[in-house]
């Protein structure tokens, strides 16, 4: 009998060389180990194609960096991506090609979405020319590397999930 494969994708956004913006591939990486072959990966280079392809019908758990002044340096922010309003890219030259909000609004018009879109963003401080993440958003990333795998047993009716009954 096959096994029927584990519904949830991760998905990293973000450019290792480019400081903070390299946080999404950290956090993959650093789930990879903790995970191993439960979930599925996908380390998004900017193909927005190959990303709406992949996420489609699909759970997804999504990490990247963001950059927000409501919010302070290395605070985990955790959305709904199919509920929760994003900002479009203020930047068009971004290392993704273009912003997750333009991918979901593509994704909707190409009838392309996932089934869930949960994304936990870090904020951070510095995405300029480097491949080291600044002190604070480790710190933040390791804390989100513990939300996302207690998130993704809860989602899963894994052992972490409680009733709220």
């Known amino acids: 009998m096959r096994k029927k494969p584990n519904p949830w994708l991760l998905v990293s956004l973000g450019n290792p060389l480019r400081s903070d913006d390299g946080v999404g591939p950290f956090l993959l990486q650093r789930l990879r180990q903790q995970l191993g072959h439960s979930v599925e990966y996908l380390e998004s280079g900017g193909d927005i194609l190959h990303l709406l392809a992949r996420w489609k019908d ?7 960096a963001m950059i927000s002044d409501r919010h302070t340096v290395g605070e985990v922010i955790s959305l ?14 971004s290392s993704h090609g273009f912003g997750l909000a333009e991918a979901i609004t593509m994704g909707k018009l ?20 480097g491949e080291k993440l600044s002190p604070t958003v480790v710190k933040a990333a390791l804390q989100a590397e513990q939300l996302i795998i207690a998130h993704l047993s809860a989602v899963s009716g894994g052992p972490q999930c409680t009733s709220r009954a």
Do not use: H, M
Not at 80 to 93: K, R
């Open 58 to 64: 699909r759970w997804v758990c999504l990490v990247d």
């Open 110 to 129: 190409i009838d392309s979405l996932p089934i869930r879109l949960d994304i936990f963003a870090i904020n951070s401080e510095n995405l300029a020319k």
């Open 80 to 93: 709904d991506g199919l509920q929760d309003p994003l900002s479009p890219s203020l930047c068009s030259t």
